[in-house]
RNA sequence: GCCUCCGUAGCUCAGUCGGAUAGAGCAGGGGACUUCUAAUCCCAAGGUCGCAGGUUCGAUUCCUGCCGGAGGCGCCA
């Protein structure tokens, strides 16, 4: 790796100049082409404790790098108030190509930061008596995305969600069920969506409600996330901790090591002893469980299976943290163990009318609305722009209306000219060989495209590690703008183009499928071959 | 009242492990199709980075306070 060499030479440089270098030398991309190919600010970071002007350091440093040039760099320079910048030969982007090249879309971008490492990501986990929501669709396509970050960085992952199949919020479902099968309205606070008069228009007569209901409901959330290529590894039950006796374990257990107490009938946790804001019940005064027995059996069922754990929750679960943190303390868990990431909430407008996506209301607009609208890569995409730490504000009238300006389609498209380009090449007898003078890539345009490229690892490891999955959705934009610009500036084939040429550009458009395709991967994005 | 997130161009949003002239898309303005798909490309325009302090050689980025928006603070889930 460039730079590798180039954090060596700065550090042997520091020590000629009689300075511990630092473990750890920052080396970025100045925003500024003539700012150079990489800079480094290890001259200001260092210059104060060594007494030393920043410049000045950076001037010894320059200097000793020139009298030691590695071979990649072309010059080096100081600028500004004290970085030092290196302009490379382009030999060094076009290593980055072959390297893109011979790894494939298996394995370029792939790191080994999380080998041996297993993580169970839990999301969607929504309420089966219902279909699932334009709110959800957030969590699901980001649980997806980090999922597939963390495989890429070389995590094992387990996908999962849970459901809710027990308790106050099923009985309900199966009573407004029950009532819409008779014809009437829904109790009153039940569930009021239309989505029940279709269902119970399904329902057979001798069904009991909540039986049917509950796999009704399933098939509904399956079938959507299926439409957009989410699955789950396991589907966990609720209802099956009572049969297994999980929850009794889990009191017990929690009772032996003495963090539970009873007061006023109820059982309660003492979660204050690890961080919450107050103790919590476990057991009602009527011998129920609240959510939180459960759900706590299930984070110590799931510790059983998986040494770290991340949840995907909605905004409105974000004082569930603290809780669950000290539960899984009490239990003796490492809280760190359990990371649970929020995302902010979705508001939908449509037809100028605002949808707020909680609650039991009935007027809801449904993930499977949002899919059959502007298509499952549309859609995927539209949710991973941007950070889910912002509010999100989704136009439905505008996505649709401007479906077919969806920037998914501008990298796609890329694509697609990456396939047409090849097809062609090869009507004409020019197809990819083994001897290739990447030398000639010198165009602009090409060393833009080959730069983006090299930007791709590290934007992987960034965005697993900082649980950012629209850094890659950004990737992508940028990257395709940069490959439809080398494609209308640079011809690959036709009269003009030498044998040579078409032949490193034909290396160049590999590589570039090879970004692309390991960018649309991560993202669940189809990689069409012509549009 | 307490806790979390957000406030950047007309709109939707990036950027921020402190760095050199703050970016993109859309909308609006002006250009480019006799060669690989114009779902493209190029140019111009658009900003007190919510406000006020603090730390620093340097703050949109870190800290504090305030203002504004969203969400959460149950023996609901």
């Not at 190509?97 to 041996?116: I, P």
């Not at 099968?181 to 069904?207: F, T, V």
């Not at 449509?350 to 607009?365: I, L, P």
Request: with cysteine; aromatic share 8%.
């Amino acid at each position: 790796m460039v730079t590798g060499i180039l954090s060596q030479a700065l550090s042997d440089a520091l020590t000629a100049s009689g300075i511990e270098a630092p473990d750890e030398i920052h080396l970025e991309r100045p925003a500024r082409r003539e700012h150079g190919d990489w800079s480094s600010n290890v001259a200001m970071a260092t210059a104060k404790n060594a007494g030393k002007n920043p410049r000045e350091l950076a001037g010894e440093i320059v200097a000793h790098i020139e009298a030691n040039p590695p071979t990649v760099v072309k010059s080096v320079e100081i600028a500004g108030p004290g970085f030092v910048n290196f302009h490379l030969y382009d030999t060094w982007l076009h290593d980055v190509l072959t390297n893109a090249v011979t790894q494939g879309t298996d394995n370029f971008g792939r790191s080994e930061t999380g080998a041996g490492q297993a993580v169970n990501v839990e999301f969607v986990s929504a309420n089966p008596n219902k279909p699932l929501h334009a709110g959800h669709a957030r969590g699901a396509c980001y649980g997806d995305a980090i999922a597939r970050l963390l495989e890429r960085t070389g995590h094992t992952v387990t996908r999962e969600t849970y459901l809710n199949d027990r308790g106050v919020q099923m009985k309900l479902f199966a009573d407004s069920l029950a009532a819409r099968k008779r014809g009437e309205e829904p109790p009153a606070d039940g569930y009021q969506g239309e989505y029940l008069i279709e269902w119970a228009a399904e329902m057979p007569d001798d069904a009991d409600p909540a039986v049917w209901g509950y796999e009704r409901a399933l098939k509904s959330h399956s079938a959507t996330l299926e439409s957009v290529g989410i699955h789950f590894d396991v589907w966990f039950s609720e209802k099956s901790m009572i049969e297994s006796g999980a929850i009794d374990a889990t009191l017990t257990a929690l009772a032996e090591r003495d963090m539970t107490y009873t007061n006023d009938d109820a059982l309660w946790l003492k979660s204050t002893e690890f961080g919450d804001d107050k103790d919590r019940v476990l057991v009602k005064g009527d011998g129920d469980f609240t959510y939180l027995a459960p759900d706590i059996a299930y984070h110590r069922d799931k510790f059983s299976r998986s040494p770290k754990l991340i949840n995907v929750f909605g905004a409105d679960h974000h004082g569930y943290i603290k809780r669950m943190k000290a539960a899984m303390a009490a239990l003796g868990q490492d809280p760190d163990d359990l990371e649970i990431i929020i995302t902010q909430l979705v508001d939908l407008e449509r037809d100028g009318k605002e949808f707020r996506m909680s609650g039991r209301s009935g007027d809801m607009v449904y993930f499977d609305d949002v899919i059959a609208e502007v298509g499952p890569d549309a859609t995927r995409f539209t949710y991973l722009m941007q950070s889910v730490d912002s509010r999100q504000t989704i136009d439905l009238d505008l996505l649709i209306s401007k479906a077919m300006d969806n920037p998914v389609y501008y990298v796609q498209y890329a694509h697609a000219r990456i396939s047409n380009l090849v097809r062609k090449a090869g009507e004409a007898g020019q197809t990819r060989g083994d001897k290739v003078d990447l030398a000639l890539l010198t165009h602009e345009r090409e060393l833009d495209v080959l730069r983006a490229l090299s930007t791709l690892p590290e934007t992987i490891e960034r965005a697993a590690a900082e649980r950012a999955p629209h850094a890659i959705t950004n990737w992508t934009r940028e990257f395709a703008a940069a490959f439809h610009g080398f494609y209308h500036d640079c011809y690959v084939v036709g009269d003009g183009v030498s044998a040579e040429l078409t032949q490193a550009r034909l290396w160049l458009v590999e590589a570039s499928r090879v970004g692309l395709v390991v960018g649309f991967d991560l993202l669940g994005l189809s990689a069409p071959e012509s549009m």
